[in-house]
């Protein structure tokens, strides 16, 4: 019995020789899409309730980022249309769109850091969600694809 084979790793003979793919790096592509849509909606809804209702957020002490509701809404409702359109990008498996996706959650990640004296733990929450969704893009990005 050879123990050549036995990786959870497997090579493609289709002409791209020495890249190896997991079988889960595309679920974690796919679990990835789908956060990013979701993050997406987040986005937009926590900018529809700041243009919408400016009493509902707290405004706490003074912050470097100092911008009104309004402007914050709208910040939030472009990246969250953003971070939808990457999202749907994501499942088609091409490279534009993986650059794309990461380079939307990296500003979904600096708007939520921002929008930290605002909403702490939602924002916190936002910001670990970008961070998967750029690791699965990256790292397994490529595993989504079927050629």
Do not use: C
Request: hydrophobic fraction near 55%.
């Amino acid at each position: 019995m050879s123990y050549e084979n036995t990786s959870l790793t497997t090579n493609l003979d289709d002409g791209r020789q020495g890249q190896r793919y997991s079988g889960s790096g595309g679920g974690l592509v796919s679990f990835a899409a789908v956060m990013l849509i979701m993050v997406g909606i987040f986005h937009a809804i926590q900018g529809l309730v700041a243009l919408l209702n400016d009493d509902f957020f707290v405004v706490g002490r003074e912050y470097v980022f100092q911008f009104d509701l309004t402007s914050w809404g709208w910040i939030h409702l472009l990246v969250g249309l953003g971070a939808v359109a990457a999202g749907a990008g994501l499942f088609l498996g091409k490279m534009w769109a993986r650059v794309f996706a990461v380079v939307v959650a990296s500003l979904s990640m600096l708007s939520s850091f921002m929008w930290l004296p605002f909403y702490p733990l939602w924002s916190l929450t936002l910001i670990s969600l970008d961070v998967l969704v750029i690791w699965a893009a990256i790292v397994h990005g490529r595993d989504l694809v079927d050629e």
